[in-house]
C-alpha cells in the first residue's frame, strides 16, 4: 500500500501535486487530440429514423373520398382529383404548383412569380404572412361546395407530409388556394423534396401526395422542427393502426 505525505496544513506533497499535474496535462492532451464531432444538420439527425415514402403510401390504401366533387390540377384542366380520408388523414395526389405568396423574399417576389400576392391565408406568430421561401408549407383550397378543410379537422398549421418519390417533407397547412383546383406548395417545400422550386416553371407535374393529419397543430405555425416532430410521432401512430 502506498502513503501520501501530508504537511500540517493538510497539503500534499510535492511529488503528489506534480503526479495530479501530470495526469492533468495527459488529459487535456487526448481531448485535444480527439476529432470535433460535426454537427449535424436537424434533418440529417432524424434521418435514420424516419418514416419512409412507400410505408406511409402504403398505409393510406384505397382512396374513400371525403370531397363531394373533384378537384383540378391547374385551370382548365379536368377535374378529376377527389380528397381522400381515413379515421387519421385526409389526402390527395395531384402534381405541384409552386405558391411564392406571402412575405417577400430574394427568391419570392414580384419580380420572380407573376402571379405572386403578398399575403398568406395564414400568418405568423408575430403578425407577420408566412414565408414561402423559408418555411414548408401546403395549400388547401379554399372552403367550397366541393370540400371543406375545416369540416375535417385541418386548419392553419396542420401537419402534412408531402410524398414525392421516395422522399417524405414535413410541412403545415399554411395556405389556400382556388376553390377548384389542388395540388400546389411553398418554395420551401419544392426545394426540400429536390424539386425545382422556380414559381414560373418548378414542381412536379404529377407523383406528388398529400396527407394532412386531422386535429393535429404547430405552434407557431412557423416552427418547422417542431413540424418535422409532431409528423413523424403522427406517421408513425398513423402506421401502427392501420
Known sequence: ??????????????ITRVQSLTLALAGAALLAAAPPQP???????????????????????DCRPVSKGHFRSDR???????????R???????????????R????????????Y????????????YLSAETLPFVVVPA?????????????????????????????VVGDTGPRDVI??????????LGLSPDPRTGGARDGVTYIVFKNSRVTPIEDHRQAVDQGEALARAFLRRQ
Not at 76 to 86: K, L
Not at 88 to 102: E, N
Not at 104 to 115: E, F, I, L, M, V
Not at 143 to 159: E, K, M
Open 1 to 14: 500500500m502506498g502513503y501520501v505525505t501530508v504537511d500540517a496544513l493538510g497539503r500534499g506533497s510535492p
Open 183 to 192: 395540388g400546389e406548395a411553398s418554395y420551401a417545400t419544392a426545394e426540400a
Open 76 to 86: 382548365g384542366a379536368r377535374a378529376d382529383i377527389p380528397v381522400c380520408g381515413t
Open 143 to 171: 372552403p367550397s361546395g366541393i370540400w371543406d378543410h375545416r369540416a375535417h379537422g385541418v386548419r392553419g398549421g396542420s401537419v402534412a407530409a408531402v410524398v414525392h418519390r421516395d422522399r417524405v417533407q414535413y410541412a
Open 117 to 128: 400576392q403578398p399575403t398568406t391565408a395564414f400568418r405568423q406568430s408575430d403578425g407577420r
Open 88 to 102: 387519421d388523414v385526409v389526402f390527395w395526389k395531384a402534381d405541384m404548383d409552386i405558391d411564392c405568396d406571402g
Open 39 to 61: 454537427t449535424q444538420p436537424y434533418d440529417s439527425v432524424r434521418a435514420e429514423r424516419a418514416v419512409r415514402a412507400a410505408e406511409l403510401l402504403a398505409g393510406l390504401g
Open 104 to 115: 417577400a423574399g430574394p427568391r419570392c417576389n414580384g419580380r420572380t412569380d407573376p402571379y
